[in-house]
């Protein structure tokens, strides 16, 4: 079976192990990184930024952790067309995590964002390997991170609610980029590329299934359901937008009551 790169290369990493690397004498090495939102922006300060976490990918080690804070970047620049070697993350307030490391080898490692932050329900994680040589910073635009998905929340109705059975009631939500970027029928992330869902569940089973729509403000969607059975009900809210490979969920518990 033939090995990953990642797997070759940590290979020989570990054929210079030893008194070697021992005798090398630690400097220190800047990287930067920054935890995007797939099709959209930097996990920024608003939305409680992404914790970052950079490990030797040999021996697991944590080499430095914290959490990126800042704007999210120029949305033009982020959005718009790209040249080869623009820069596109790079300017003054977005948000970053820069790491200090003290390296005394090439060292593989394995760069872990996760976010948005202030809605764990929605976190997401991804990772990335790169060689590091100890003293070649990598400044600029950084490691780019990106995540994939939405951030949906239940507006309502909230958790532990008594809803009349046979009755039509409204449940709302909002979907934004894990960015925190609005959506909205026409706009930049363009919610008519979305399908939008709210299902009923009991005991793992969908007992049903309506759409939601755009409630007028921006990010925030409507459905109306029946349910007509008494008892517990899990609301699920879903956000789907398979073409770029983004997805989201919330859910409330609400009781129907006869």
Not at 98 to 104: F, P, Q, V
Not at 188 to 201: F, G, I, K, P
Not at 226 to 235: A, F, N, Q
Not at 241 to 251: E, L, R
Request: aromatic share 4%; glycine share 14%.
């Amino acid at each position: 079976m033939r090995q990953s790169a990642l797997a070759l290369t940590i290979a020989v990493l570990a054929g210079f192990g030893g008194s070697t690397r021992e005798a090398e004498a630690q400097i220190p090495t800047k990287v930067l990184v920054r935890v995007t939102a797939n099709d959209a922006k930097i996990l920024g300060s608003g939305v409680g930024g992404a914790r970052v976490t950079i490990r030797d990918a040999l021996t697991g080690q944590v080499l430095a952790q914290g959490v990126q804070e800042g704007s999210t970047g120029n949305t033009g620049l982020i959005m718009g067309t790209r040249e080869r070697g623009a820069t596109v993350y790079e300017t003054d307030g977005a948000a970053g995590f820069l790491a200090e490391l003290a390296l005394s080898h090439p060292t593989q490692v394995l760069i872990t964002g996760e976010g948005p932050l202030d809605t764990p329900h929605a976190i997401q994680v991804a990772s990335r390997s790169l060689l590091l040589i100890p003293g070649e910073d990598v400044l600029g635009e950084g490691v780019i991170v990106e995540l994939l998905g939405f951030t949906v929340e239940v507006l309502s109705p909230a958790d532990g609610t008594d809803l009349p059975a046979g009755e039509p009631v409204e449940v709302r939500g909002k979907v934004t980029m894990l960015c925190g970027c609005p959506t909205e029928p026409g706009g930049l992330w363009d919610a008519d590329d979305y399908e939008l869902l709210v299902q009923a569940v009991r005991g793992g089973e969908v007992v049903g299934s309506w759409p939601m729509e755009f409630a007028g403000e921006t990010s925030h969607y409507v459905g109306t359901i029946t349910l007509d059975r008494p008892g517990e009900v899990g609301l699920r809210l879903l956000a789907m937008d398979p073409g770029k490979a983004n997805f989201g969920m919330a859910t409330t518990m609400v009781r129907v009551r006869e």
